[in-house]
């Protein structure tokens, strides 16, 4: 990659720019696992109901473009065994349904996370313990312990440690990984970084991570955090 990094340890790569900048460097069919949480759109109204937090049809379908695009990157980098999580919400579930349908490639299931935390809302809806994590397979990926279902429960609060608006606990991605199985220093890509989740917990768990984050102030919290070394116990 001819990008300079932000920051670089040996185990951790960020890069400081636009995944759509920054995915397209990226070697072919090298990456082992994509665990992500890209912004859910909400709120980019410019057609429909205006008073609607996803906008109307056009708008959501308009967001699915532009989600496509960087799958068919994430399509490109993987392994014919790696795997691609992405975070999503019941609002944007269309749209990352749709993205993968016109990047080909499918969604082989849907977890629900378990918040094991119950959110602020209105008093027109239920309120919130759940966001939605989609997982799509390259041809030969497989989960290979069968016992894992399609509920992940991580408790959470309303906390957020790094100051991002929509940081996600370090010890979720872990069970991600986790459920991944993946060997020892694969090499997993984050392409939304943010406060620098993802980095982390493959930083606990042995593996190389490239994270890329549009903020660059997120991409120092990301350094930061990724700086702190784990110290051995005894």
Not at 16 to 43: F, N
Not at 44 to 49: H, L, P, T
Not at 112 to 123: A, N, S
């Amino acid at each position: 990659m001819a990008t300079q990094p932000y920051y670089s340890d040996g185990q951790v790569t960020i890069y400081h720019g636009d995944a759509l900048e920054i995915l397209p460097t990226m070697t072919s069919s090298t990456v082992d696992a994509v665990i992500t949480d890209p912004p859910y759109i909400i709120g980019a109204v410019s057609a429909g109901n205006m008073t609607s937090k996803a906008g109307g049809w056009a708008d959501m379908m308009n967001s699915a473009l532009w989600f496509a695009a960087w799958y068919r990157e994430v399509d490109r980098i993987l392994t014919r065994s790696g795997l691609f999580w992405t975070f999503c919400n019941w609002r944007s579930l269309p749209v990352v349904m749709r993205a993968a349908l016109d990047a080909q490639m499918p969604i082989t299931s849907c977890a629900v996370w378990d918040k094991q935390w119950i959110g602020t809302g209105g008093t027109q809806g239920l309120r919130p313990s759940y966001e939605l994590v989609a997982l799509l397979c390259q041809p030969d990926a497989t989960i290979p312990d069968r016992s894992v279902a399609d509920v992940i429960r991580h408790k959470v609060g309303s906390y957020k440690e790094h100051g991002h608006p929509a940081e996600k606990p370090a010890g979720l991605f872990s069970k991600l990984l986790a459920i991944s199985a993946l060997a020892p220093r694969s090499l997993v890509v984050d392409p939304f970084l943010g406060s620098g989740t993802t980095a982390r917990a493959c930083k606990d768990g042995g593996h190389l991570c490239v994270g890329v984050e549009a903020e660059e102030r997120f991409c120092e919290i990301a350094a930061q955090r990724c700086a702190q070394e784990v110290l051995p116990l005894g």
